[in-house]
């Protein structure tokens, strides 16, 4: 299924992605430190803007999370309380998030939201909210989303300057990206995609231990088997359906989308969970829209991910992945005894290993399989699976067969992406 902006048009543009009181760093209420801090989804590229207004956004009790040590200080804004939401989100527009200085961070008192002002991004509220809104809703929503305490950095305008300024955020757990730029199929020039502009800097945000993910499979102009849009190796691609255009999940009762179906996608590496679920409703205080695909599958599939990390934080004891400090006889005596905690600490490549290893196959498994879905989907039985990992109360299962074919699709992808993007 096409998520609803899918259907807007054949060529994707890159869209990845108050009257209110603003005040600096509330002392009550801008805690810091990393225990107890939520891991953070970045989410890229989502221009226009975002509904902050909707509860789904809410934190549960009200007040602001803990955010993670080495977070920018942000400019906070206070939601309007009063009127209906055309009326609130006109007092925003008119207000700071309305009118970002570009560079700056800010933070929604009461919500898990943070929006980060790329130069000539314009309003973070403004045009039109439904993907943004959808994509931040499947992966840390309250009701909708697969990480429901989870911190939402928004950062629109997929360019070079957005993804400089992430490489540099050590405390941004995973980022997502489910838009990209895609060529006329009658063009013959070759795609410029923003993973391409930002391709240096997302590398090195990985390499300095983090995970992106990339939504694959949604274009019809790209014949190779191994490719996507948004194709560097190093990013973790993931997909929204099966072979013939169905969720894999049994029992699902969602028709069958006759764009898949008809072959008309690069079909997906890793899939998401679902091929169509609710998310929060762009221009509403409340309530869902219809969402899905690979653009509501990617964000879900990082919110999975911000889930381990949130739970590799609660067994180290310090609230970091990272084990820093592990000297302390009282971390050291409750580290898991076997698995990837067991040395104290989670990386960005045991993370990665953590979710093909936990992820449920489709069904009926065949040679070729891996070409069409993966290593599978990541759902909550799989959640659950890694938390038992994490644990050291069950072993990584043995996927080597998906990992052969795996480093086959990375090496032909990096290929593809070096010449497409001139690297």
């Known amino acids: 299924m096409r998520s609803p902006r899918e259907r807007y048009g054949p ?14 760093a509330h002392p009550a209420t801008a805690a810091r430190g990393t225990n107890g801090a939520a891991p953070v989804v970045a989410v890229m590229g989502e221009d226009p803007g975002v509904n902050v207004l909707h509860g789904d956004f809410r934190t549960a009790d009200g007040r602001d ?24 989100m006109a007092q925003l527009a008119a207000g700071p998030l309305g009118h970002p200085q570009a560079g700056r961070l800010y933070a929604v008192h009461g919500t898990r939201l943070l ?5 000539g991004s314009g309003s973070l509220v403004g045009g039109d909210r439904l993907h943004a809104t959808g994509v931040l ?26 993804f400089d300024w992430l490489a540099k955020q050590s405390w941004v757990d995973v980022a997502t990206m489910s838009s990209y730029a895609v060529r006329s199929p009658n ?10 502009l930002g391709a240096s800097a997302v590398s090195s945000w990985i390499a300095a231990g983090h995970v992106y ?95 381990m990390v949130a739970e590799a934080r609660g067994l180290l004891g310090n609230g970091s992945r990272r084990g820093t400090h592990l000297a302390e006889a009282s971390n050291r005596a409750r580290l898991p005894h076997a698995g990837p905690l067991a040395d104290g600490s989670l990386s960005s490549d045991e993370l990665v290993r953590l979710l093909h290893s936990v992820a449920v196959p489709a069904l009926p498994a ?32 043995d996927r080597s067969t998906d990992d052969q074919a795996n480093a086959a699709a990375e090496q032909q992808r990096a290929a593809l992406v070096d010449a497409r993007c001139g690297l």
């Open 213 to 307: 993910f990339s939504s694959s499979g949604n274009t019809s102009d790209q014949p190779e088997a191994a490719d996507s849009p948004n194709g560097l190796s190093a990013v973790y691609q993931v997909g929204g359906v099966d072979a013939s255009g169905k969720s894999w999940l049994p029992g699902h009762t969602e028709e069958s989308d006759p764009f898949y179906a008809g072959a008309n996608v690069v079909r997906p590496y890793e899939t998401g969970e679902l091929f169509s679920f609710p998310a929060a409703a762009p221009d509403a205080l409340s309530g869902s829209v219809h969402f899905g695909g690979t653009s509501g599958a990617t964000p879900r599939t990082a919110g999975r991910a911000a889930l």
């Open 11 to 24: 060529v994707l543009v890159a869209v990845l992605c108050l009257l209110a009181t603003v005040s600096l």
């Open 187 to 196: 063009s013959s020039e070759p795609t410029t995609t923003p993973i391409c």
């Open 137 to 162: 809703s499947s992966a840390i929503g309250r009701y909708y989303g697969t990480a429901p305490t989870a911190i939402g950095l928004f950062v629109p305008s997929a360019v070079p300057a957005s």
């Open 366 to 397: 065949a040679g070729a399989r891996y070409a069409l879905e993966g290593y599978g989907a990541l759902n909550a039985a799989a959640q659950r699976n890694a938390q038992q990992i994490l644990q050291g109360a069950a072993a990584m299962p």
């Open 65 to 88: 999370p803990v955010y993670p040590a080495g977070m920018p200080t942000p400019t906070f804004v206070t939601l309007p309380a009063q009127g209906t939401f055309a009326e609130r």
């Open 115 to 119: 929006l980060y002002a790329t130069p």
